[in-house]
């Protein structure tokens, strides 16, 4: 059926790719690597551009479309056979790239995403930037790309932030997209670990919604939706139906591979068709709750007995990503929200708990007024509060003060966007010098 | 932490995006391009390359590295907004991509593989190739991708092979290889539906492995691997574990999406470090047999009672690939090896089954001596023997006529490959006529 099988046809030979390969495609990467060039942002190329580009204006429909990248991008090009070359920093344009490039045909691919944030204290800087990188790395290896050092990421994305970060982020509190990328750039069409690949960075300038003149135009009512959907604030989830997986036991849902989002688009249409705005997707024959659209999901709830938990879905099987907003959100909440110190910030406490859940649980603590509150977190996102979701035909409000948030996503929010700016020393803040 | 999300934040807005997608993805792929300018080859473009280049030499490096393309390929752009431009021939050569494009992020990617044959006859063929350009709408609406005409398709293929073909495929008995292409472009990084795309075609020359100069060397012998690995014949399969799924129910392992590839090559890695050439790729707790790598996998047996059965999973639960080939195979083992007919060739006759079958049931055939063969069938690796079947501890050595074929499978292939080289009239077999 497919190319996969473009090695000779049993024909009795030995099997000709046996030898360069190893017990497992993973440890293959990692060895073969080892012996070769390794990535190293110390050889960094430069060569600024020659035709700066001026940012677009807020309101202006390229912001809008999202398609603006700043003036360059990191790229570095690896071969099994020569290792990592020189990485380049060069101006942003189109790749050249093979009609035959394994990324076109076998989605060798996967990506990472990140904020550069403008401090109020005017300083640029990335939250926990080592994580990306660390799960870029882990990525890769889940899609057969090849090993790299974290550190020598870190300070690519440093560099090209520290180039155009000053120019393409002057306002304090606004924040610029990051993208390393990593995709496979092998000609060859057989179905085979690439034997070349391409990792870049590039840097994307998005609206910042909380102007007024980057919003879209209200789309016209829609009739058909539900009363429910039409009136709620605040994120929109629209349970998955057993007939559409997002990943599953055994499969790659915890990397963020492209093999991931693409498959995804379908439901996302249909979600947006009936008025909500992101899948939550929900796995097994319990339904029970991974994730909302690509980010993770949380709920606030008090059991039965009266005990008040911050809950999400655990990493342990590996369905869900291990998101670095969603570590942080533990983390933060653990500290801050304990019985010792809520009580500073003048919440109630609650328990931090990492476990399988089911919409029929939420469903329970709703109906029971135990469900405190729902949002979902990431670094697009960020603390997103959540105010409906619709399962089967329910459709639960979910509660949130004056129409807006829930307690513990503005808490949290508010803790989490102070180190981001600065406004909070935390070492989750990593500052970017100016180049 | 992903961009799925770079939509605006909950804001209280109405849904921005609603009003561009309709009740599901897929309904919209086919509605919204209904109201545009449709893929229309006779709308074609021409323009022949300035450079043309002589084909690789039988045993050349170029030949074996299977990176050589045909002198011309077709392109074919879309856009959300204007619907398809006229597709262009013109020379072979890279690609522009813009580093956001869609395809290379969120794996918006999907392909087909199928081959010109010069018959013995002289003429140019292809098979059953409407199938191949049906089956890319049906991949292109689960990823996401806009509809087109499978006809205006077939017609690209056919110009393209007609312009190429008779330079590039000059011997009678040999093959080209076929890759329609399609992928998102959109350059917006959000994770959404695509809103520009491009459909190409490629033709690839592969080395002819029945010429002993386009073999690999063969690779020093590993004495980790089994005798079993060591002396077998054919096709080798390893089992997959539990902990490594190709595909699941509610997933897309029925379409060929590049998001059905990638993932696969780390158990691939793995299975050819062992000695083995590809993936049986197995499925739930009882083990039910899928696929054999990225072809569809058939046994032959007799059941306990005696009854000879030619055996393959079913299509319904959309776990496995609607194959060509195998659709080919049920067809004419259905037809030749009836108790009616099969005597005709010399064959005992069996019954065709598509049902789901296990590993389990596998080796109680093997142990009972009722197993009669299995092979693989795909179009690159056509109707393959298989010689070996690992799983858990066993080493399932699978008959085969003087150490080659089984019966069947030698059957089956040359019925096939009389269609395909014209040496038998069939409606499966489509002539192009040269440009």
Redesign the interface.
């Known amino acids: ?19 360069s ?6 440890a ?1 990467n990692l060895e073969s690597n080892a012996e070769k060039p390794q990535l190293d942002a110390s050889k960094l190329k430069i060569s600024l551009t020659s035709a700066p580009r001026d940012p677009p204006a807020a309101g202006s429909e390229e912001l809008k ?3 603006t ?1 700043t003036d360059h ?1 990191i790229t570095a090009r690896w071969t099994l056979e020569d290792g990592w070359e020189a990485p380049e920093l060069k101006a ?1 344009g ?7 490039a ?8 996967c ?1 990472e ?1 990140l904020k550069l944030y403008h401090g109020e204290d005017g300083k640029l800087r990335l939250f926990r930037v080592r994580r990306n990188c660390e799960r870029l790395r882990r990525s890769a ?4 790309l090849p090993d790299f050092p974290a550190e020598q990421l870190e300070n690519l994305i440093k560099k090209l932030c520290a180039t155009d970060g000053p120019k393409w982020l002057p306002n304090k509190g606004g924040f610029l ?1 990051l ?1 390393p ?1 990593f ?2 750039t092998d ?7 690439p034997k070349e690949a391409l990792l ?1 960075v ?1 840097i ?1 300038v ?2 910042d ?1 909380s102007d007024p003149r ?9 009739p058909d939706l539900s009363e429910a959907v039409t009136k709620a ?4 989830l629209l349970a998955s139906k ?4 997002r990943a ?5 849902g915890y990397a ?15 979600a ?7 899948i939550l997707w929900l796995f097994g024959n319990n339904a029970s709750v991974t994730e909302a ?4 999901f949380f709920v606030v709830w008090k059991t039965k007995e009266g005990q008040q938990q911050l809950i999400t879905a655990p990493l342990e099987d590996n369905l869900i ?1 291990e ?4 570590a942080s959100v533990l983390q933060i909440a653990q500290e801050r929200l304990s019985a010792e110190n809520a009580s500073k910030y003048n919440a109630e406490s609650l328990e931090v708990v990492e476990r399988k859940f089911t919409m029929q649980e939420i469903l329970d603590a709703y109906q029971d007024g135990r469900l405190v509150e729902a949002f ?7 603390v ?4 409906l979701i619709g399962w089967k035909q329910h459709e639960l409000e979910i509660p949130m003060v004056e ?2 948030t829930g307690v513990y996503a503005r808490l949290v929010r508010s803790w989490l966007s102070d180190i981001m700016y600065g406004k909070e020393q935390h070492e989750w803040g990593v500052t970017v010098d100016e180049a």
Not at 94 to 100: A, E, H, R
Not at 102 to 109: N, Q
Not at 256 to 270: D, F, M, T
Not at 384 to 387: D, E, F, L, S
Request: aromatic content about 10%.
């Open positions: 059926m497919s190319a996969q099988d473009m090695t000779p046809p049993a024909s009795g030979t030995a099997t000709p790719t046996a030898k390969l190893t017990k497992a495609g993973i293959h479309k999202m398609r990248c991008m942003y189109p790749l050249s790239i093979m009609p035959t394994s990324v076109l045909h076998y989605a060798t691919e990506f995403g290896a889940r899609i057969s997209y993208r990328t995709i496979g000609p060859g069409l057989g179905v085979q670990v870049y590039i994307a998005f609206p919604w980057n919003l879209p135009a209200a789309s016209a009512v829609n604030q605040g994120l929109k057993e007939d559409s997986i599953w036991p055994g499969g790659f963020k591979l492209g093999a991931n989002y693409g498959p995804s688009l379908v439901g996302q249409g249909e947006r068709a009936r008025g909500y705005d992101q659209g690509a980010s993770n990503l998101g670095v907003t969603r979902a977190a990431g670094t697009a996102f960020f997103a509060p959540v105010g129409g807006k």
